[in-house]
Protein backbone atom coordinates (compact mmCIF):
# COMPACT_ATOMS: atom_id res chain seq x y z
CA UNK A 1 0.00 0.00 0.00
CA UNK A 2 0.79 3.79 0.07
CA UNK A 3 1.66 4.08 -3.84
CA UNK A 4 2.30 7.33 -5.23
CA UNK A 5 2.91 8.38 -8.40
CA UNK A 6 4.06 11.05 -10.91
CA UNK A 7 3.72 11.86 -14.71
CA UNK A 8 5.20 12.44 -16.95
CA UNK A 9 8.83 10.95 -15.55
CA UNK A 10 10.81 12.50 -17.69
CA UNK A 11 9.97 16.18 -19.92
CA UNK A 12 12.28 18.18 -22.38
CA UNK A 13 10.69 21.55 -23.10
CA UNK A 14 11.81 25.13 -24.73
CA UNK A 15 12.44 28.04 -22.63
CA UNK A 16 9.08 29.95 -21.62
CA UNK A 17 6.74 26.99 -22.13
CA UNK A 18 5.00 25.90 -19.09
CA UNK A 19 4.96 22.13 -17.66
CA UNK A 20 2.52 19.93 -15.60
CA UNK A 21 3.72 18.05 -13.04
CA UNK A 22 1.13 15.37 -11.40
CA UNK A 23 1.27 13.18 -8.20
CA UNK A 24 -1.26 10.77 -7.10
CA UNK A 25 -1.93 9.19 -4.76
CA UNK A 26 -2.89 5.27 -5.78
CA UNK A 27 -4.44 3.82 -3.14
CA UNK A 28 -4.59 5.90 -0.23
CA UNK A 29 -5.89 9.23 0.09
CA UNK A 30 -3.81 12.12 0.59
CA UNK A 31 -4.81 15.43 2.42
CA UNK A 32 -1.35 16.46 2.28
CA UNK A 33 1.50 16.29 -0.35
CA UNK A 34 4.56 17.62 -0.55
CA UNK A 35 6.65 19.07 -3.89
CA UNK A 36 10.24 18.86 -3.49
CA UNK A 37 13.42 19.57 -6.17
CA UNK A 38 16.50 18.06 -6.25
CA UNK A 39 19.39 19.45 -8.11
CA UNK A 40 22.35 16.98 -9.17
CA UNK A 41 24.63 15.81 -6.56
CA UNK A 42 22.18 18.00 -3.75
CA UNK A 43 19.73 17.14 -1.44
CA UNK A 44 16.00 17.28 -1.47
CA UNK A 45 14.89 21.00 -1.04
CA UNK A 46 11.52 21.52 0.17
CA UNK A 47 9.23 23.98 -2.16
CA UNK A 48 5.81 23.75 -1.10
CA UNK A 49 3.07 22.06 1.39
CA UNK A 50 0.02 21.51 -0.53
CA UNK A 51 -3.12 20.98 1.38
CA UNK A 52 -6.51 19.69 -0.43
CA UNK A 53 -9.22 22.22 -1.08
CA UNK A 54 -6.21 25.08 0.09
CA UNK A 55 -4.35 27.33 -1.45
CA UNK A 56 -0.15 25.86 -0.99
CA UNK A 57 2.63 26.79 1.94
CA UNK A 58 5.49 27.90 0.01
CA UNK A 59 8.96 27.82 1.40
CA UNK A 60 11.04 30.65 1.33
CA UNK A 61 12.80 31.49 -1.57
CA UNK A 62 10.22 29.78 -3.84
CA UNK A 63 7.88 31.76 -6.05
CA UNK A 64 4.39 30.44 -5.68
CA UNK A 65 3.75 32.61 -9.16
CA UNK A 66 5.94 30.64 -10.98
CA UNK A 67 5.54 26.87 -9.15
CA UNK A 68 1.69 26.80 -9.05
CA UNK A 69 0.21 24.17 -7.01
CA UNK A 70 -3.09 22.65 -7.35
CA UNK A 71 -4.35 20.13 -4.69
CA UNK A 72 -8.02 19.56 -5.99
CA UNK A 73 -8.54 16.61 -4.93
CA UNK A 74 -7.74 14.11 -2.20
CA UNK A 75 -5.56 11.69 -4.62
CA UNK A 76 -4.11 14.14 -6.97
CA UNK A 77 -2.02 17.08 -6.39
CA UNK A 78 -0.27 19.28 -9.69
CA UNK A 79 2.92 21.59 -10.12
CA UNK A 80 2.84 23.56 -12.63
CA UNK A 81 6.32 25.46 -13.71
CA UNK A 82 5.37 28.54 -15.42
CA UNK A 83 7.85 30.12 -17.75
CA UNK A 84 10.11 27.46 -17.56
CA UNK A 85 13.76 28.73 -17.80
CA UNK A 86 16.99 26.33 -17.68
CA UNK A 87 17.83 27.00 -14.56
CA UNK A 88 14.35 25.39 -13.49
CA UNK A 89 15.85 22.11 -14.74
CA UNK A 90 15.91 19.72 -12.27
CA UNK A 91 14.41 16.34 -10.29
CA UNK A 92 11.08 17.44 -8.76
CA UNK A 93 9.56 14.46 -6.04
CA UNK A 94 6.21 14.58 -4.69
CA UNK A 95 5.74 12.90 -1.90
CA UNK A 96 2.14 12.45 0.13
CA UNK A 97 0.80 11.59 3.51
CA UNK A 98 -1.92 9.28 5.08
CA UNK A 99 -3.83 9.68 7.35
CA UNK A 100 -2.53 7.39 9.64
CA UNK A 101 0.44 8.50 10.04
CA UNK A 102 0.76 12.38 10.51
CA UNK A 103 5.10 11.72 10.38
CA UNK A 104 6.00 9.13 7.36
CA UNK A 105 6.03 10.56 4.04
CA UNK A 106 5.32 8.22 0.67
CA UNK A 107 7.55 9.58 -2.34
CA UNK A 108 6.77 9.47 -5.99
CA UNK A 109 9.32 8.28 -8.66
CA UNK A 110 10.26 11.83 -9.33
CA UNK A 111 9.88 13.93 -12.42
CA UNK A 112 13.14 14.82 -14.90
CA UNK A 113 12.47 18.41 -16.01
CA UNK A 114 15.05 19.54 -18.48
CA UNK A 115 14.68 22.94 -20.29
CA UNK A 116 16.69 24.03 -23.31
CA UNK B 1 12.23 25.94 11.49
CA UNK B 2 13.78 22.64 10.97
CA UNK B 3 17.77 22.95 9.93
CA UNK B 4 19.41 19.20 9.53
CA UNK B 5 23.58 18.84 9.35
CA UNK B 6 24.73 15.77 7.78
CA UNK B 7 28.70 14.31 8.13
CA UNK B 8 30.39 12.87 6.21
CA UNK B 9 28.94 14.20 2.98
CA UNK B 10 31.41 11.45 1.33
CA UNK B 11 32.49 8.13 2.80
CA UNK B 12 34.39 5.11 1.15
CA UNK B 13 34.61 1.86 3.54
CA UNK B 14 36.04 -1.73 2.32
CA UNK B 15 33.30 -4.38 1.60
CA UNK B 16 32.75 -6.04 5.31
CA UNK B 17 33.65 -2.79 7.11
CA UNK B 18 30.99 -0.70 9.16
CA UNK B 19 29.63 2.33 8.19
CA UNK B 20 28.31 5.22 10.57
CA UNK B 21 26.64 8.25 9.79
CA UNK B 22 25.36 11.12 11.39
CA UNK B 23 23.49 13.90 11.57
CA UNK B 24 21.98 16.59 13.85
CA UNK B 25 19.05 18.62 14.17
CA UNK B 26 17.84 21.66 15.67
CA UNK B 27 13.78 21.94 16.44
CA UNK B 28 13.59 20.11 19.96
CA UNK B 29 9.90 19.33 18.61
CA UNK B 30 10.48 16.87 16.03
CA UNK B 31 10.14 13.33 16.95
CA UNK B 32 10.64 11.57 13.33
CA UNK B 33 13.85 10.31 11.96
CA UNK B 34 13.87 8.37 9.07
CA UNK B 35 16.90 7.61 6.69
CA UNK B 36 16.70 7.02 3.28
CA UNK B 37 18.65 5.42 0.08
CA UNK B 38 19.12 6.58 -3.26
CA UNK B 39 19.96 6.01 -6.11
CA UNK B 40 20.89 8.06 -9.14
CA UNK B 41 17.74 9.03 -10.52
CA UNK B 42 14.91 7.31 -8.48
CA UNK B 43 13.10 8.29 -5.57
CA UNK B 44 14.57 7.97 -1.79
CA UNK B 45 13.85 4.41 -0.56
CA UNK B 46 12.92 4.47 3.31
CA UNK B 47 15.72 2.12 5.11
CA UNK B 48 14.92 2.62 8.49
CA UNK B 49 13.33 4.97 10.75
CA UNK B 50 12.90 5.83 14.57
CA UNK B 51 10.52 7.60 16.70
CA UNK B 52 11.81 10.01 19.81
CA UNK B 53 10.17 7.95 22.19
CA UNK B 54 13.14 4.84 21.59
CA UNK B 55 16.71 5.00 21.55
CA UNK B 56 17.77 2.62 19.28
CA UNK B 57 16.25 0.68 16.36
CA UNK B 58 18.06 -2.30 14.51
CA UNK B 59 16.65 -4.25 11.33
CA UNK B 60 19.46 -7.00 10.65
CA UNK B 61 22.59 -5.16 9.22
CA UNK B 62 20.86 -1.39 9.80
CA UNK B 63 20.74 0.23 13.29
CA UNK B 64 19.92 3.61 14.17
CA UNK B 65 20.57 5.22 17.17
CA UNK B 66 18.77 8.59 18.77
CA UNK B 67 19.99 10.96 21.84
CA UNK B 68 17.37 13.33 21.48
CA UNK B 69 19.51 15.26 24.60
CA UNK B 70 21.91 16.04 22.05
CA UNK B 71 19.77 16.43 19.14
CA UNK B 72 21.66 13.99 17.00
CA UNK B 73 21.29 10.25 15.70
CA UNK B 74 23.20 8.24 13.32
CA UNK B 75 22.86 5.09 10.72
CA UNK B 76 24.86 2.06 11.30
CA UNK B 77 25.40 -0.54 8.72
CA UNK B 78 27.84 -3.20 9.39
CA UNK B 79 29.31 -5.82 7.20
CA UNK B 80 28.68 -3.25 3.82
CA UNK B 81 28.08 -4.73 0.67
CA UNK B 82 28.82 -3.35 -2.89
CA UNK B 83 25.22 -3.14 -2.86
CA UNK B 84 25.21 -0.81 -0.13
CA UNK B 85 26.67 2.26 -2.27
CA UNK B 86 24.84 4.87 -2.88
CA UNK B 87 23.75 8.43 -1.81
CA UNK B 88 21.80 7.89 2.00
CA UNK B 89 20.19 11.11 3.56
CA UNK B 90 19.07 11.60 7.27
CA UNK B 91 15.25 13.63 7.92
CA UNK B 92 13.63 14.79 10.71
CA UNK B 93 10.15 16.40 11.22
CA UNK B 94 6.89 16.01 13.46
CA UNK B 95 3.19 15.27 13.12
CA UNK B 96 2.24 17.62 10.29
CA UNK B 97 4.89 19.00 9.08
CA UNK B 98 7.35 17.97 5.92
CA UNK B 99 10.10 16.36 6.10
CA UNK B 100 13.68 18.03 6.12
CA UNK B 101 16.64 16.24 4.64
CA UNK B 102 20.35 16.57 5.65
CA UNK B 103 22.46 16.97 2.68
CA UNK B 104 23.61 13.33 2.33
CA UNK B 105 25.99 11.15 2.11
CA UNK B 106 27.40 9.52 -0.39
CA UNK B 107 28.66 5.60 0.52
CA UNK B 108 31.14 3.96 -1.56
CA UNK B 109 31.82 0.08 -0.94
CA UNK B 110 34.80 -1.38 -2.74
CA UNK B 111 35.26 -5.13 -3.08
Known amino acids: GAVVSQHPSRVICKSGTSVKIECRSLDFQATTMFWYRQFPKQSLMLMATSNEGSKATYEQGVEKDKFLINHASLTLSTLTVTSAHPEDSSFYICSARTGRSQETQYFGPGTRLLVL | GENVEQHPSTLSVQEGDSAVIKCTYS??????FPWYKQELGKRPQLIIDIRSNVGEKKDQRIAVTLNKTAKHFSLHITETQPEDSAVYFC??????????FGKGTTLSVSS
Open chain 2, 91 to 100: AANQAGTALI
Open chain 2, 27 to 32: DSASNY
